[in-house]
Structure formats: structure tokens, C-alpha cells
């Protein structure tokens, strides 16, 4: 199946600082790639679509200041944390699809990145 | 937007037993999947089934769209079982959204 590749797992970081996570696409093109966040014990919650070469689409309550998505290739979306804060700390997955977005399209998840804020 | 339900919230599974998760959809939907989340948070695609019924090895699931429901089936099963199960839709007029329901956590004990 598709590989996903999500980087940093784990990063712990100091209130007021930014973090970057990174999600590739290893062995496909990903025109769109989908953003969750997952509380401890909670489903996942979807945060975002990013598409690429374009401006992410924000689900409702989600700060876009806050979240910067960028998608500037068809393997590569990266999603920054700004001024992060202890409210923050998550569990953040990226997911992408290797179909195009058609009806049937499978979506592969990477392996996420815990995020601890002090 | 559409809803899902999972059922039951947690089980608990000596192993060798057998147990039946149920996901509920509220809206007519183009794409199921069952995912499994283990203990260290990777999603691993167990299936995808928007219909008809699907069988890899100890599990299989079944999906009746026209009763907007999904079943999974685990057999005999094993300590690796344990994790979260989660059944993901999308919506026939969502373009590219999976929206997932609770989940369920299964413990499978020795």
C-alpha cells in the first residue's frame, strides 16, 4: 500500500514557540492532503485540507493563523504550530489519498506526531 | 454534516473469542473504511468496504448501504488485536473528507 511519512513523532516544546511537522507521500503524488488532530482518547478530528499549489480550507473553530498549512509540492505538506501553547498539546495526523479524490480513493495516514507543550 | 456511531464504546476479549463492532451512518455514503490505531497511535487500514463484505484473514466486515451500517468481525482473537477501531465514511456530497466515528477500544487479555 501507499506510504505516508509524518516527522517529528514526538516534540516537546516551550509555550510561545513554533513547531513544524512535516507529511510526505513516499511513493505517490498527493494533490490533497487532510490535517487531524486527536485528543488523548478522542476520535480523530479533521482539521484542514491542504491542496496543493493552493490556500488549506479550515474546518469550522480551527484557527488558520494559528495552524499554517503549506503544500507547496505533490509530496510534501507541512503543518506549523505558531506560538503553541499548552491547549495545543495533540496528537497530530496527516493523511493523504493516492486516487485523485475519486469516491473509491483509499486514504493512508502517517504514523503522527505527539506534541507536548510546556 | 453526516453522522457516525460505533458500538459498543469498549470490549473487552479473552483471547480466542470472537466479537462483531458495528459502525451507524446517518447519510448515504461513497467511501467506508476500518482502521485499526494501536498503542503508539499508527492508523493502519484495515478496509475499505463502502459495500458488500470483505474478509483478510481473522477479520472480515460487511457493509449494508442501503441500512447505513458496517460490521467488523474479529475471530479467535489476540493480544495484538488490542487498540482502537475506528470506521471512517465519506459523505456522497463531502469531497474528500473522512469523517470518523468514536471508536471503539478493544483489550484482548492472555
Known amino acids: 500500500g501507499a506510504v505516508v511519512s509524518q516527522h517529528p513523532s514526538r516534540v516537546i516544546c516551550k509555550s510561545g514557540t513554533s513547531v513544524k511537522i512535516e507529511c510526505r507521500s513516499l511513493?505517490?503524488?498527493?494533490?490533497?492532503m487532510f490535517w487531524y488532530r486527536q485528543f488523548p482518547k478522542q476520535s480523530l478530528m479533521l482539521m484542514a485540507t491542504s491542496n496543493e499549489g493552493s490556500k488549506a480550507t479550515y474546518e469550522q473553530g480551527v484557527e488558520k493563523d494559528k495552524f499554517l498549512i503549506n503544500h507547496a509540492s505533490l509530496t510534501l505538506s507541512t503543518l506549523t504550530v505558531t506560538s503553541a501553547h499548552p491547549e495545543d498539546s495533540s496528537f497530530y495526523i496527516c493523511?493523504?489519498?493516492?486516487?485523485?479524490?475519486?469516491?473509491?480513493?483509499?486514504?493512508?495516514f502517517g504514523s503522527g506526531t505527539q506534541l507536548s507543550v510546556l | 454534516g453526516i453522522q457516525v456511531e460505533q458500538s459498543p464504546p469498549d470490549l473487552i476479549l479473552q483471547e480466542g473469542a470472537n466479537s462483531t463492532l458495528r459502525c451507524n451512518f446517518s447519510?448515504?455514503?461513497?467511501?467506508l473504511q476500518w482502521f485499526h490505531q494501536n498503542p503508539w497511535g499508527q492508523l493502519i487500514n484495515l478496509f475499505y468496504i463502502p459495500s458488500g463484505t470483505k474478509q483478510n484473514g481473522r477479520l472480515s466486515a460487511t457493509t449494508v448501504a442501503t441500512e447505513r451500517y458496517s460490521l467488523l468481525y474479529i475471530s479467535s482473537s489476540q493480544t495484538t488485536d488490542s487498540g482502537v477501531y475506528f470506521c471512517?465514511?465519506?459523505?456522497?456530497?463531502?469531497?474528500?473528507?473522512?469523517?470518523f466515528g468514536a471508536g471503539t477500544q478493544v483489550v484482548v487479555t492472555p
Open positions: 511513493d505517490f503524488q498527493a494533490t490533497t
Open positions: 447519510d448515504s455514503v461513497n467511501n
Open positions: 493523511s493523504a489519498g493516492n486516487g485523485g479524490l475519486a469516491p473509491n480513493e483509499k486514504l493512508f
Open positions: 471512517a465514511v465519506r459523505a456522497t456530497d463531502s469531497w474528500g473528507k473522512l469523517q
